[in-house]
């Protein structure tokens, strides 16, 4: 079982949150606003490593948290 | 041991060359299924599939082989029935046994909400092909006389689809009768070769970069699950699709008969017996996107809490082997299939929790369309350009994983 740690109330079983999805920026090269409105609402970079995401403490006290999440092996970094 | 146990089909395992007409990446079932048809339909034999490791290996030998069509957009009901169809001839047609079964499927309803969208969806299915009717507590019983209609005391069953002529084959057979069909014909299976790059020229892909070096291709084909947003980046293709694990698990034989697929709207499980008589259990794939194959206790003990509610006769069974696969989720949660913006790179993916039942589908579709450079009506409406048509396939509620 993931666990992640919640500023307010600490150590948490992953069942208590609601993934966010990841944050990513749009990147620089896609040009056009149409483009860059389809990639943000979209497409993801769906990384094979560390992502930086939101997750929500439903179960808690109901904030959200940025989580740094290595995919290629679903444990939580730093 | 049993008659289950396989004969012993020797394949002739070529060595690749420098150059095909097609390249297809992934040798799970959709990447074979396309060069099975581009060999018999098309006669196109100058085709290499190139997997990482072994044919199957991926989500192809991980799924719990469902086939069934009650979905809920008429283009997937229509795309799915005619899967579904190639699947109750694929024995002929290949000469393989692939231990298909027509067991027909029920999906539990346990709120009038629930009820009422599977109404919705068995007129749907019905006038789109796909037969499905609603049925009583009392002839659910009768189909699968395992079930606690009482749900535990904590999931009342109200009444459930029955979808007539869902069915269930043997994985990695569907897979080797494939292989072995497309390479009778001529087609290339190469194995534990991973492929690393593409090959452009200008803005078009003309091959693959493989680490056993590169291979030049008239067109690449990514089939490719799980590492398919790395493969498209190569190209410089961005795709709506975010990889998450999904686990299952067997239980050791039960020794009576099993009917039906069981599944269910509202605890996400599905439930069948395997030819060998093992109870068969998947359920959701896990929240968040990972590339992890290592499959948890925290899955073992939702699944469990899931079905023993329905099955209890479950208890009484023991957890054989767990497993997990990497589903590539896309963003309608429908797949995507067709060309891509980038000359020479197509791609068949977003195939998440839903493409075994679509591997003959799928592979004849592909197929005509490198063929002919014209998507079939069937898989047109999957284009990945649906996404700026504003032409989203909306449909997770027919997923059945989330």
């Known amino acids: ?78 | 041991m049993n008659g289950l146990v396989d004969t012993l089909q020797p394949l002739r395992w070529d060595e690749p060359k420098s150059a095909y007409d097609v390249v297809i990446v992934g040798g799970g079932g959709h990447g074979l299924a396309t060069a099975y048809y581009l060999a018999t339909r098309h006669g196109i034999t100058n085709v290499a599939v190139i997997e990482a490791d072994y044919i199957a290996s991926g989500n192809t030998g991980r799924n719990t082989t469902i086939i069934r069509a009650n979905y809920g957009i008429p283009e997937a009901v229509r795309f799915y029935e005619h899967s579904l169809e190639m699947y109750e001839a694929l024995e002929a047609e290949t000469g393989a046994a692939i231990l298909h079964q027509t067991k027909g499927l029920i999906w539990l309803a346990h709120t009038e909400m629930a009820l009422r969208s599977e109404r919705a969806r068995c007129l749907m299915n019905t006038a789109c092909g796909a037969e499905t009717v609603m049925v009583t507590p009392a002839e659910i019983k009768e189909l699968c006389p395992q079930i606690d209609l009482t749900g535990g005391g904590r999931y009342p069953v109200l009444g459930a689809s029955h979808h007539l002529r869902a069915a269930t084959a043997r994985h990695d057979r569907v897979a080797w009768a494939f292989a072995s069909g497309a390479m009778a014909r001529g087609v290339h299976v190469i194995q534990h070769t991973p492929v690393t790059g593409l090959l452009r020229d200008g803005d078009r892909v003309v091959g693959v970069q493989t680490a056993d070096g590169p291979i030049a291709a008239g067109t690449v084909l990514s089939a490719t699950g799980g590492r398919v947003t790395a493969l498209a980046a190569k190209a410089g293709v961005r795709l709506p699709v975010r990889t998450h694990p999904l686990h299952a698990f067997v239980t050791n034989n039960f020794a009576q008969s099993f009917a039906p697929i069981v599944s269910d709207t509202e605890l996400f499980c599905y439930v069948s017996q395997t030819e060998r008589g093992q109870m068969l259990i998947g359920a959701e794939f896990d929240a968040q996107p990972s590339y992890s194959r290592q499959s948890s206790f925290a899955a073992l003990r939702s699944y469990s809490y899931k079905v023993s509610h329905l099955l209890p006769f479950l208890r009484n069974l023991r957890i054989l082997r767990q497993w997990a696969g990497s589903c590539d989720i896309s963003a309608d949660f429908s797949p995507i299939m067709g060309f891509t913006g980038v000359d020479g790179f197509l791609v068949t993916t977003g195939w998440g929790t839903w493409g075994f039942k679509a591997i003959p589908a799928g592979g004849e579709g592909m197929a005509e369309l490198i063929a002919t450079g014209r998507p079939p009506a069937l898989i047109a409406p999957f284009a990945l350009d649906r996404f700026a048509r504003d032409h989203v396939l909306a449909d997770q509620g027919s997923t059945g994983t989330r």
């Open chain 1, 1 to 78: 079982m993931l666990w992640l740690t919640c500023p307010l109330c600490g150590r948490r079983p992953i069942d208590e949150f609601t993934f966010g999805g990841e944050r990513r920026p749009v990147p620089d090269w896609i040009e056009g606003d149409d483009a860059r409105n389809l990639d943000e609402v979209w497409n993801f970079e769906n990384p094979d490593g560390v992502t930086t995401e939101r997750w929500f403490h439903a179960a808690g006290c109901r904030r959200w948290l940025t989580v740094h999440r290595d995919t290629s092996t679903d444990t939580v970094v730093a």
